[in-house]
């Protein structure tokens, strides 16, 4: 384990490791306008949702690593405490990232980054016409959190208008997660794409009372062949199968199998009924999973 104390680290390298462990993060292209109207638009990776009721978010433009200097996004919102929080897809990703480029104030990114303007209908800056999603803000504090090179200032925004393009809805009028199609900032260059392949879904723990992973049989919880997310499904179930539900698994063909094909090597038919249920909870059907590893170990 490489252990670093922040204080031996230069803030260039405190900025590489973070931003390599903290990812991926979402991306806040934040449009904003000077005192005088001029339009200002960058991307901002130090960004989050922070509050429902009331809806706010934070995004953070930080001082200049390499001269401490302020950026424009700064100057702007300490003006005019307004915002347009847009959300990038991958369409728009490299667009957004020509954006980011050190332009000289009063510079409309915009037009340097090929983006379109529409008129928002409470705040003065302009929304990106391309982004799926478009929040109207305003800014309701500024945080320094600190002076030197990398500190980073908090923006919490408060969202008072959401539009959101028709074609990311699904049927019941929901943002469909796959066509909204995100992309988020990692470390260095990298970023990564939202896709049918990247996406995946855990049932919320909330629903019901797990029973948690200490509350799993030794033998099971300590088995070479589930993984810690297996343990995290299993510890997840409300109450164990009863005995007559046990012993009812070994009807299924595969199971019955198993017990036929290897009736004198208890090891190698755990290890069999393991793996069935570790295939079992891959595919959601937890309560299979448990009852074949529960049956596994009366058999021992
Ligand atoms: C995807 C992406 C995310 C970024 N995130 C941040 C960030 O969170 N904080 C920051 O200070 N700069 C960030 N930057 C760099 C700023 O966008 C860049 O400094 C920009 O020039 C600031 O513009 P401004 O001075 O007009 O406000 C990011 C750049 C990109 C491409």
Known sequence: MLTLKISDLKPAEIQNYLQYAIAPRPICFASTVDIKGNVNLS???????????????????????????VKHTLENVLNVKECVINIVNYDM????SLASVDYPKGTNEFLK?????????IVKPPRVAEAPVQLECIIQDIIALGDQNGAGNLIIAEIKMIHIK??????????DQEKIDLVAR?????YCRVTKDS???????????????????????NSKILTGN???RLGNVEVLPTLQEIERVRLIPEIDKIFKSDPDDPIVRSIY???????????GDVLTAWKVLLLDQQKL
């Open 199 to 221: 996406l995946f879904k855990v049932p919320k723990p909330v629903r019901s009372m797990g029973i948690g992973v200490d509350s799993i049989p030794f033998a099971i919880r």
């Open 43 to 69: 991307p901002f990776s130090f960004f989050n949702i922070f509050s429902t009721n009331p809806p706010v978010c934070i995004f953070s433009p930080a001082r200049r690593v390499r001269d401490n200097t």
């Open 186 to 190: 990692l470390g260095g260059d990298w």
């Open 93 to 96: 990703v490299q667009q957004t």
């Open 230 to 232: 297996d343990l995290g």
């Open 166 to 175: 028709e074609e990311i809805l699904d049927e019941d009028g929901n943002i």
């Open 113 to 121: 980054a090929g983006f379109t303007e529409l008129a928002s209908i």
């Open 273 to 283: 009924l393991q793996n069935f249920a570790k295939a079992k909870l891959e595919t």
